[in-house]
Nanobody, 126 residues
Framework: QVQLVESGGGLVQAGGSLRLSCAAS????????MGWFRQAPGKEREFVAG????????YYADSVKGRFSISRDNAKNTLYLQMNSLKPEDTAVYCC???????????????????WGQGTQVTVSS
């Protein structure tokens, strides 16, 4: 099973920016699409963004489109989430995840993902 480790979370004021990273182990990282999910206290896990294996196709939840940007560097086995214009409602634990199959077409269903990182806390103050 691939190991995923997120970093970059923290406390930021509304309107600020954070860049999350997800470091993946294994030589097959570039063969899979990847996704970011978040979960706030008392709420269901929510799809944030996804990216295909090559990186030219990206997918976003309506709530973050225009503010967040997903990208990847396959040479570094790393996935990124650039978060701009942060809002208090963005406060959550953010996890990266790898789909069960190498084909990824933008699914937002957590059941389609088989490997998960431990998560990194993002807190946005007003």
């Amino acid at each position: 099973q691939v190991q995923l480790v997120e970093s970059g979370g923290g406390l930021v004021q509304a309107g600020g920016s954070l860049r999350l990273s997800c470091a993946a182990s294994g030589r097959t990282f570039s063969m899979y699409g990847m996704g970011w999910f978040r979960q706030a206290p008392g709420k269901e896990r929510e799809f944030v963004a996804g990216i295909n294996w090559r990186g030219e196709k990206t997918y976003y939840a309506d709530s973050v489109k225009g503010r967040f940007s997903i990208s990847r560097d396959n040479a570094k086995n790393t996935l990124y989430l650039q978060m701009n214009s942060l809002k208090p409602e963005d406060t959550a634990v953010y996890c990266c995840a790898r789909p069960l199959t190498t084909y990824y077409g933008g699914s937002a269903n957590p059941s389609d993902f088989g490997s998960w990182g431990q998560g990194t806390q993002v807190t946005v103050s007003s």
